[in-house]
């Protein structure tokens, strides 16, 4: 079988489900192609379908779930009786949706079996969908399918994707996972939705197999994309030190939780030494009150106790941010900003993080706490989130005021400065008076990032959806 397995949006890295979904269907003996529609600078899917047997759509995100909407009905009036499935931690809200009769499939979590067999049933001339697509969702019950090799060529170079940017030179970034899935129940986060508290490890040899491959490609960074890379420190640090081992000029980050890098305080200096760039963690919020209904596991006072205990051992942490929520009142918003200041935390945030709206998918577990559940309505206009509405009307309108502002700033403003504007901005619209910050160290410090900015948990911006790969050659269209 000829299967064209389709990656919508990845946050910038090269897809790595895809890739091992590829790589699985090869060893069954099926020919993958890979379309990376975030990376096709021309050309569209739609054309690539032609001569294969079958569609496998990935969707990771929302953002992804959005855009293979519109794609498989277009897929479906151009090609009235190819085979879609859909996978991904998305894949199986998408039976909120009405789908065309040839989506067979919606799997989420360790599904990678149950797309194979779907695919052997295509060969053998199963094509029954009555009765709407099957859905499948598992964790515990089957293993992913490890290939012993990613076929990393089916994709653009590593040069089309997120490069880290370090004292002012791009480095080739590579992207893999230690593990998938989470210990943890944060109730904003789409992960626990499937994989409820559980994780699933990558080999070590494996994920070291696919980091010689990605060096051997000119990566000089690794990005580990696991939902938190301490979920499982031992295996974690052992990748890590093996991997330094072999490339001992290698850099790399990860995403860690503010509980993880306070619990395992005694393991940074080695992050560091093994070549620890930047650390992601989510803080997501200053109130207390937020950070309680999104069930962080953490506090205000906790993220600054991170804060210095990474710089410490020469660390920056990068928070990601969730500004904008049914709980946030005016003086939480006034408190974020003035927190990242006081943190020294400028440099180390992307301006878009200040823009962020909370996004409740079909299946969050915000909808499981009868009392938040009341806040939430369908959403008219996409049949896989709800909608909600701040009680403070100036909140929503200050939300979109910033984000229709900042791609013009980031066109011209340096990251302190676009940050100054935002800060004096809501001042203003929320009635409170700015207070005089001193950018000086702010100019004068360049923090480790990456060249596309780090988000998730968001309502999409309308340019996500329809243009992803506008969105990745310029981060101003978000």
Known sequence: MKVLVASLYELGHQPLSSLSLAGALAERGHD?????????????????????????????????????????????????????ALFGLYAANLAQAELPPTVG??????????????????????????????????????????????????????????????GGVERLTGYTEASRGCMHSCSHCPVPTVYRGRIRINTPEWVLADIDQLVAMGAAHITFGDPDFFNAPVHSMRILRAMHAAHPDLTFDATIKVEH???????????????????????????????????????????????????????????????????????????????????????????????????????????????????FARSKGDPLSYAWESPWPELDALQRELA??????LEFLETWEIFDKMYRLVCSRLGFVAKEFDYSMERARTVPKLTESWFCCAEPAETMIIAPVHLSRRPAAL
């Open 404 to 409: 229709d502002r900042l791609p013009g700033w």
């Open 105 to 166: 499939l919606l799997a989420s979590g360790e599904t990678t079996s149950d797309v194979l067999d779907w695919i052997d049933g295509l060969g053998k001339g199963d094509t029954k969908t009555s009765g709407g697509p099957k859905a499948v969702t598992r964790t515990r019950e089957k293993f992913a399918v490890e290939p012993s090799t990613l076929n990393r060529s089916l994709l653009p170079p590593l040069s089309a994707y997120a490069k880290l940017s370090i």
């Open 261 to 375: 890098l306070l619990e395992h305080r005694d393991i940074l200096p080695e992050l560091a030494e093994l070549g620890c760039a930047f650390v992601v963690s989510a803080f997501e919020h200053t109130s207390e009150q937020v950070l309680e209904k999104l069930r962080k596991g953490h506090t205000r006072g906790q993220m600054a106790e991170a804060v210095r205990a990474c710089r410490e051992v020469g660390i920056e942490l990068r928070p990601s941010l969730l500004p904008f929520t049914p709980w946030t009142a005016p003086a939480d918003l006034v408190g974020l900003f003035e927190f990242v200041h006081d943190q020294q935390l400028i440099g180390n945030v992307d301006p878009i993080q200040f823009t962020i709206r909370l996004l409740v998918p079909a299946g969050s577990l915000l909808l499981e706490d009868p009392q938040a559940r009341e806040l």
């Open 32 to 84: 993958p192609e890979i379309f990376d529609y975030d990376r096709a600078d021309s050309g569209d899917v739609l054309s690539a379908l032609h001569g294969h047997d079958a569609l496998v759509i990935s969707v990771p995100m929302h953002t992804a779930s959005a855009i293979a909407l519109g794609l498989i009905q277009s897929a479906y009036a151009q090609h009235p009786e190819l085979p879609v």
